[in-house]
Antibody
Framework: EVQLVESGGGLIQPGRSLRLSCAAS????????MHWVRQPPGKGLEWVSG????????DYADSVKGRFTLSRDNAKNSLYLHMNSLRAEDTALYYC??????????????WGQGTQVTVSS | QSALTQPASVSGSPGQSITISCTGT?????????VSWYQQHPGKAPKLMIY???KRPSGVSNRFSGSKSGNTASLTISGLQAEDEADYYC???????????FGGGTKVTVL
């Protein structure tokens, strides 16, 4: 059974940094691209970032480019999102999602339950 | 990145068919067969319902089908059931920004 478990969220002040983690199990992690998708309270989904199976290609939404850094550790079956210079508009439930292919041109077929990030002073 | 355009709400009676539209541009929906649809019940994670415009993942009911014409993709739910009441989001790859873009979401109500 595919499982994605996010952690690392919390209440953080504007301008500070936070690192989210996603622990994956139930599939061959290094065969697939991985993504982060976020959902602000009461709003829709927004793709944040994606990384190919071998970390060869990373893409970011314009809203986070230059502030967020995505990485993965295939030996630990883990995905990470380093978030710097956090803003109030980054407040959201952050989902880890498995891609359907090794590159970034696939859908998101499994999702974790999300980790809440709240940016507020 | 501009969001894809979906109707805010769609409703139907049990057993009826409904269609949700998702309008993009020639840089996203119109250029790639990389449109997917997600179902989200309140307080739950999204679930993939349709990928690559028309394909259904294993385990998804065949009452769900997808299509595309030009810059507009559609999700049709036939034989509407109470458990279909949820929010639905479309998603497409967008070449203009080399990223993925979602629609604003459509709330489906079963009357």
């Amino acid at each position: 059974e595919v499982q994605l478990v996010e952690s690392g969220g919390g209440l953080i002040q504007p301008g500070r940094s936070l690192r989210l983690s996603c622990a994956a199990s139930g599939f061959t992690f290094d065969d697939y691209a991985m993504h982060w998708v976020r959902q602000p309270p009461g709003k829709g989904l927004e793709w944040v970032s994606g990384i190919t199976w071998n970390s060869g290609t990373l893409d970011y939404a314009d809203s986070v480019k230059g502030r967020f850094t995505l990485s993965r550790d295939n030996a630990k079956n883990s995905l990470y999102l380093h978030m710097n210079s956090l803003r109030a508009e980054d407040t959201a439930l952050y989902y880890c999602a498995k891609g359907t292919s090794s590159n970034l041109y696939g859908s998101f077929d499994y999702w974790g339950q999300g980790t809440q990030v709240t940016v507020s002073s | 990145q501009s969001a894809l355009t979906q109707p805010a709400s769609v409703s139907g009676s049990p057993g009826q068919s409904i269609t949700i539209s998702c309008t993009g541009t020639s840089s996203d929906v119109g250029s790639y067969n990389l449109v997917s649809w997600y179902q989200q019940h309140p307080g739950k994670a999204p679930k993939l319902m349709i990928y690559e415009v028309t394909k259904r993942p294993s385990g998804v009911s065949n009452r769900f089908s997808g299509s595309k014409s030009g810059n507009t993709a559609s999700l049709t739910i036939s034989g509407l059931q109470a458990e279909d009441e949820a929010d639905y989001y479309c998603c497409s790859y967008a070449s203009s920004s080399a990223s993925w873009v979602f629609g604003g979401g459509t709330k489906v109500t079963v009357l």
